[in-house]
């Protein structure tokens, strides 16, 4: 459900901007991963032959890379990210305000997954904290449509202010 909402969402801000109507059509839709953590869409109007067929220039969509996006990372153990989490309050990086708006732990086929929301890359401690992070855990992906997919099929662990929890802990 999570991703549909997504997927409407997506092609919604799309219809507008590049005028292609997926309304009353079926469609298919191709969704490829690339290797850097960014992934291709690829959605084609099904249409019946009885109907006028125009034809379409196809168009690229560029991400904007500073923009502010979810990140997954991997650990094998709780103790792993309880870990970080002990590194994080010896080095007094203690508040996550102005580097993201919320981290949450997930259990998912016996692995904990660490996803971080609307991370801001220009925060004055975000090259401490991907300095630091990198050691405990191992990056996953910053697609938000992995992000989804561990949230509509993991168990949840620290709901809220993961980092921050996992301090006290």
């Known amino acids: 459900m ?26 298919k839709i191709d969704a490829k991963s690339l290797v850097d ?7 084609t109007k099904v249409v019946s032959l009885v109907e006028k ?6 168009r690229r969509i560029y991400k904007n890379k500073s923009e502010l996006k979810t990140i997954s990372y991997s650990f094998d153990s709780m103790d792993d990210f309880l870990s970080l989490c002990r590194e994080f309050k010896r ?13 949450i ?3 998912l086929n016996n692995q904990y997954f660490l996803v971080i929301e609307n ?26 449509l992995f992000a989804c997919s561990i949230r509509e099929r993991g168990d949840v ?10 301090q006290k802990i």
Do not use: W
């Open 2 to 27: 999570l991703l549909e909402n997504l997927f409407l969402q997506y092609s919604m801000k799309h219809t507008i901007k590049c005028g292609f109507d997926t309304n009353n059509y079926k469609i």
């Open 37 to 43: 953590g960014s992934f291709i869409l690829t959605v």
């Open 53 to 58: 067929r125009k034809k379409a220039k196809p």
């Open 91 to 103: 080095i007094k990086l203690t508040s996550f305000d102005g580097l993201c708006s919320d981290s």
């Open 105 to 107: 732990c997930y259990k």
């Open 119 to 144: 991370v801001n890359q220009n925060s004055e401690h975000s090259g401490q904290f991907f300095t630091t992070i990198v050691e405990f855990c191992t990056f996953v992906s910053d697609n938000s």
């Open 157 to 166: 662990i620290i709901k809220k202010n993961a980092l921050a929890i996992g």
